[in-house]
């Protein structure tokens, strides 16, 4: 019944990269987006970054676009999250999410979820 799997996360200064990788399963790599929502401390579960439309699409959130880079790897049906440029405002529980369509709000609509990893940035 896991979907998704995640890997990275850790603690970075400010300005550095972080990594992460989540591995799919088939059930979850057939939903039309997959990519990363982050939930920081007492605040709703919001959209990073996601592939869309067979991957032809990207989705980021104005305050990760040019920093933040999404990546589909179909033969390993893995999901990257490469993150450069780290800022303390980055830091969250990062989420790998494979959605099957979207509510007005932007939700995740038959969500599969990864268990969660901790980014850290500290200044």
């Known amino acids: 019944q896991v979907q998704l799997v995640e890997s990275g996360g850790g603690s970075v200064q400010t300005g550095g990269s972080l990594r992460l990788s989540c591995a799919a399963s088939?059930?979850?790599?057939?939903?039309?987006?997959l990519g990363w929502y982050r939930q920081k401390s007492g605040t709703e579960r919001d959209r990073v970054a996601l592939?869309?439309?067979?991957?032809?699409?990207?989705y980021y959130a104005d305050s990760v676009e040019g920093r933040f880079t999404v990546l589909v790897d179909n033969a390993k049906k893995t999901i990257i999250l490469q993150m450069d440029s780290l800022k303390p405002e980055d830091t969250a529980m990062y989420y790998c999410?494979?959605?099957?369509?979207?509510?007005?709000?932007?939700?995740?609509?038959?969500?599969?979820w990864g268990q969660g990893t901790q980014v850290t940035v500290s200044s």
């Open positions: 088939k059930t979850a790599w057939s939903r039309g987006w």
């Open positions: 999410a494979a959605c099957q369509y979207f509510t007005s709000s932007g939700s995740c609509g038959n969500a599969y």
């Open positions: 592939k869309y439309g067979g991957g032809d699409n990207t």
